[in-house]
C-alpha cells in the first residue's frame, strides 16, 4: 500500500510539473490580405482555445503537452496546425467554396443549402460592389445560369429587363420579382437603390423555391439581402471612392461626307446641292468644302464618380449598418446623365427573447435624357450644313427648320425621383424551438418629369404660339406589404423538422397626373395674359389601387440531413381578376438526395459533395394585367372639337390567374477537395391559362380583349462551375462561368394559331408567336439579290419562286428573336496583395432587326443623309452585280432578310486590378485595410451585328423611335467606363 501510494505521489507530481511547464504562443490569421476577426483557435483535442481580435490576432497560453492547433472559422477550411518549438504563428486560411453558401435566404427564412431541394444561386454583392452601374439589376448580368439581362436603353437611370428561365407570358409579367429585405420593389425603384449596400443576391428558379411568393413568382424571384454590423466589438469605418471616365462603344454608322453627299444627290437628281434654290427644304446654303462631324457633337467623354462612407459594428444583441453615398454619372451623349443621393440605416436589437430588425433606405436622383429622335436626327443630318455661324447663333439643320443641338442645350428632359424602401420585423422567441415573427414594409416611388422646349429655340416656332411649351408629370405609388409567421424548428435525433405558416398581404396605391402648356414671356414663365396660347392640355390622369391578401404553409423534414423533402401549399386572392377567380392555389413539392453521405460513397474520395434535387409545383402570374384588367372601363375622347368619354373595354368576369407548372432536376457537386464545384438543371416549365390578347368580332365595337386562351413551354438546361485552384501559398485561382439553354414554345394560341406581334417599326405580321413553333418569330421577305439588268430587288417565296414585285412576296421565317443560349464566363486571380477579376458574357442564336440600316440604305427623303454603302454597293447601271438596289428619292421602306442580323456577341464585361497593402503598412497609417483597384467595364464586344449594340430586349434596334423615358428604345449607345478608385477600412 505504501508503494502504492508513494507512486501515486510521484505521478501527481510529474502531471503537476508537466502542466506547470506552460508557454504561451501568438499570431495573426488572415485570408492573405485581410485580418479575420472570430477565428477559433483550440488545442487540438480539447476545449482549451480562443478567438481572434479585430485585427486578427490571438495570444493563447498552452501547456508544453500540445501538439498541435485547430483554426475554424465559418467561410474558411479547418486547418491543424503542429505547434512544434513555434511561438509565433502567421497563419493564412483558405475560403471553403460549400460552407460559402451554407446558408440561404428566400426572404421568409433561411436554409442549410446542404438540404435545400430548390434550385437557387447565390450572387456574391461582394464581387459586385464598385462597378459603375446605375441601376443594381445590370450587376446580374453573367453571374448566373438561367438568368438573362439584357439592356435595351442604355442611357444612365434605364433599369434592366431580367428573365429567369424565359418568357412565360405573352400579356403578363416575365421580369423577375425583385425583393429587398422582405420588400417588393420595381424597375422605378432601381435607380434609387445603392448596390453597394447589398450583401447578397440569391436567385430563386424553381417552383420548390418560388412557391412561397404564390402569384408573384412565376417569372423567378430575385432576393437582395442589405447588409448588417458584424458582431466584432468594433466599430469599422469603411470610405469607398473611384472616379471615371465614360465613353460610347460605338459612333454610330458610316456615313456619307460632304463631298460624297454631293456626288450621291446627282446620281438621284434630288437634294439641296442638286438644287440650290429650289429645293424646297432648303435649310443652308451649301458648304462641300466643309464636312461636320454630327456625332462627335453628339458625344462625349462623361464623368463618372461615386464616393461612399459607411460606419458598421455590433456585439451580440446589438449590430449596425450606417451609409451615405454620392454618385453622378455623365452620359455618353450630351445632357444626359443620371445623380444619386442614398441614405441607409439598418439596425438590430435582440433582448432575451425579443429581437427587432429595422432597414431603411431614403433616395433622391435626378435623370436627364436625351430627347425623342434627336439621335436620329444626327444620325442622318447633312454633312454640309453647320450647328452655328461664326457668331454663335443656331442654324436650322432638321426638315423642319429646327436643330438638334439647340433643343438639347436651351431644353430639359429630366426625372426627379425620390424613393423610400422601408421594412420592420419583429421576432419573439416563444421557446428555443418555436418563434413568432411580424415584418412591415413600405417602397414608395415618386417621380416627376418635365419636358421642357425653350421659346427662343428654332423647335419653338413647331410649338402652338411659337413660344415653346412645358410638358411636366408627376407620379407617386406606394406598396405597403406585411408579413405574419409562426415557425418551428426542432431536430429529433437523426430526424430534423421545420413547419411554418404565414399569413401576408399587399396594398398597392398610386396616382398620376400631367398637363403641357404652351407660350412662354422667358424661359420658365408661361405667358399666362394669352390664353389663346397657353391652352392647358391634360395628358393623363389616373388613380390604381391593387390589393392582395394570401395564406401559406410549409414543411420540411429531413434523414440524418441525407433525405430531405420540402412542400409548401399558397392560397392568394387578389383584387385584379374577375368575381368568379379572385382566388388561385399554388403548391410545390421537393426532395433531395444527398448521394455523398452514403455509405457505399466512403471510398469515392474525390467526391466531397453531392446531391440529387427533384421539385415539382404550381406558380401564379398576374403582374402586367391592369389593375382593372377584368372590368369594362371609361376613357377620354375629342371628337370635333368636344371632349367626352367612351367604352374603351369590355369586362371579363372569367379573367384568371396564369399558372405556370414547373418541374425540375438537379444535381449539386463539390469534387476534389472542393476544388471544383457545380450544378446542373433540367427544367420543364408549362404555363397554362397564359395571358393573350384575343381579337374580337367587329360587331361588339372593340378589337381585342385579354383572355387566358394561350398554351406556352419553357425548358432547359443549366450549367454552372467554379473551380477554386490554390497554386502557391501567395498565388490562387479561380474560374468560374455558366452556360444556359432555353427552349420556347407556343404549343397553343387563339384560334388561328397564330398571334401577331409587330409594333413600332415593325409591321404588324413582321413579328408572330406561331403554334408549334419557338416564341417570338421574325418573318421577313427573302432577299434573293438584286436584278442586274433592271436594279430591282428580288424576293424569293416559299416555293423558291422569284418575283420583283414586293406585293407578290411571301414572308419567311427568319429565326427567333429571343437568344436560346446564353452565360457568362470570369476569372480571379490573386497574387499577395494583388487582384485581378475578369467576366465575359455572352448570348447565341437571336436575330434582330437592324432598322437603321434601313433608313440610310433606302432613300425616302432627299434632305437625310444616307450610308456611305449606297456609293459603293448599289445598283447603278444595267449589268452590275449589287447587293443593294438603285436609290431612288422616295423609296418605300421596308425591311427583307438581310435587315435581320445575327445579334450574337461576346462581351467582355468587366475587369478589374486591386492592389491590397500589407497589413503591417496599413496598420502603420491607422488603418485595418487598405486597398487602391482599377477597372473597366463594357471593354470589348465581339459580334457582328452591325448595329449600335446587338444587346437589347427589343426585337429591333432604331434610333427612329424616340429615346425618351418609356419610350421603346435602344438608340443609346453602351458606355465604355474606366475607373480608378480607393477603399479603405478603419
Known sequence: MKRLLSLFVAMLCMVITTFAQERTISGTVTDGATPLPGVTILVSGTSQGTVTNFDGEFTLVVSQLATDIEVRFLGYKTEIIPINNQTTFKIILEEDAIQLQEVVVDGYSTQ?????????????????????????????????????????????????????????????????????????????????????????????????????????????????????????????????????????????????????????????????????????YMLQEVDTEHTSDWYDMFFRTGITQSHQLSVSGGDDDSKFYLSGNYFNQEGVVIKTGMERGTLRANFSQKLNRFSLDLKTQLAIARVDDVYKN???????????????????NYLPLD????????????????????????????????????????????????????????????????????????????????????????????????????????????????????FTVYGFDNETTPALHSPDVNVPLVSGVYDKRFTQLSYFASADYDYKSKYILRAVFRRDGTSVFGANNQWGNFYSVGGGWVISDETFMEGVNFVNNLKLRVSYGTVGNQGAISRYGSLATLAPISYNGQNGIYRDKPSNPDLQWEVSKQANVGVDFDLFDAKLGGSLNLYNNLSSESFINTPLPYTSGFVSQTRNNARLRNRGIELSLSSRLVLTRDFQLKV?????????????????????????????????????????????????????????????????????????????????????????????????????????????????????????????????????????????????????????AGQELFATSDYWEDASFLRLKNVSLSYSLPISLAEKMGMDNARIYVQGENLMTFTSFSGIDPEMSTPYQSTNNGTSSGGESNAYPLSRVFTVGLDLTF
Do not use: C
Open 736 to 888: 468560374f462561368g455558366n452556360v444556359s439553354y432555353n427552349q420556347s414554345e407556343a404549343l397553343e394560341l387563339n384560334d388561328e394559331g397564330i398571334e401577331y406581334r409587330g409594333y413600332g417599326q415593325l409591321q404588324i405580321d413582321e413579328l408572330a408567336n406561331i403554334e408549334g413553333y419557338p416564341l417570338f418569330m421574325a418573318r421577313s421577305y427573302d432577299k434573293a439579290g438584286v436584278d442586274p439588268a433592271t436594279g430591282r430587288l428580288l424576293f424569293r417565296n416559299a416555293d423558291g419562286s422569284i418575283v420583283d414585285d414586293r406585293s407578290l412576296a411571301e414572308r419567311v421565317i427568319i429565326g427567333t428573336t429571343e437568344a436560346p443560349w446564353f452565360g457568362g464566363f470570369g476569372t480571379n486571380m490573386s497574387w499577395k496583395g494583388l487582384t485581378l477579376n475578369v467576366l465575359f458574357n455572352w448570348e447565341q442564336g437571336a436575330t434582330k432587326l437592324n432598322w437603321d440600316r434601313v433608313e440610310i440604305e433606302r432613300v425616302l427623303y432627299a434632305d437625310q443623309n444616307h450610308s456611305a454603302r449606297l456609293l459603293t454597293d448599289a445598283w447603278m447601271k444595267p449589268g452590275d452585280i449589287a447587293s443593294l438596289p438603285k436609290p431612288e
Open 399 to 514: 426638315y423642319n427648320g429646327s436643330n438638334a443641338f439647340e433643343r438639347i442645350e436651351k431644353g430639359e428632359n429630366s426625372r426627379n425621383l425620390l424613393g423610400i424602401v422601408s421594412s420592420l420585423k419583429l421576432t419573439y422567441d416563444l421557446t428555443d424551438n418555436l418563434k413568432v415573427w411580424s415584418r412591415t414594409g413600405i417602397e414608395y416611388d415618386q417621380k416627376k418629369t418635365r419636358d421642357i422646349i425653350s421659346p427662343n429655340s428654332l423647335y419653338a416656332n413647331l410649338t402652338p404660339g411659337d413660344k415653346g411649351s412645358l410638358a411636366s408629370y408627376t407620379y407617386q405609388d406606394y406598396l405597403l406589404s406585411g408579413t405574419n409567421a409562426l415557425q418551428y424548428r426542432k431536430n429529433f435525433g437523426d430526424h430534423g423538422l421545420s413547419l411554418g405558416v404565414y399569413q401576408e398581404y399587399i396594398l398597392e396605391d398610386g396616382n398620376s397626373e400631367g
Open 374 to 392: 434627336d439621335a436620329y436626327n444626327v444620325m442622318t443630318m447633312l454633312p454640309y450644313y453647320k450647328s452655328q455661324d461664326e457668331n454663335g
Open 112 to 280: 442549410d443549402i446542404k438540404k435545400m431541394t430548390s434550385s437557387v444561386e447565390v450572387v456574391d454583392a461582394a464581387a459586385l460592389e464598385q462597378r459603375p452601374l446605375t441601376t443594381f439589376d445590370q450587376a446580374l448580368q453573367g453571374q448566373a445560369s438561367g438568368v438573362k439581362v439584357n439592356m435595351n436603353n442604355k442611357a444612365p437611370g434605364s433599369p434592366a429587363t431580367v428573365k429567369v428561365r424565359g418568357t412565360g407570358s405573352l400579356a403578363g409579367a416575365n421580369n423577375a420579382l425583385f425583393i429587398v429585405d422582405g420588400i417588393p420593389v420595381d424597375g422605378e425603384t432601381f435607380a434609387t437603390l445603392n448596390p453597394n449596400d447589398f450583401e447578397s443576391y440569391q436567385v430563386l428558379k424553381d417552383a420548390s423555391a418560388v412557391a412561397m411568393y404564390g402569384s408573384r413568382g412565376a417569372a423567378g424571384v430575385v432576393v437582395v439581402t442589405t447588409k448588417s454590423g458584424k458582431n466584432s466589438g468594433k466599430t469599422q469605418f469603411r470610405l469607398n471612392s473611384y472616379v471615371g471616365i465614360a465613353e460610347a462603344t460605338s459612333n454610330g454608322f458610316d456615313m456619307m461626307n460632304s463631298q460624297q453627299r454631293v456626288e450621291f444627290e446627282k446620281i438621284i437628281q434630288d437634294g439641296p446641292s442638286y438644287n440650290p434654290g429650289g429645293y424646297s
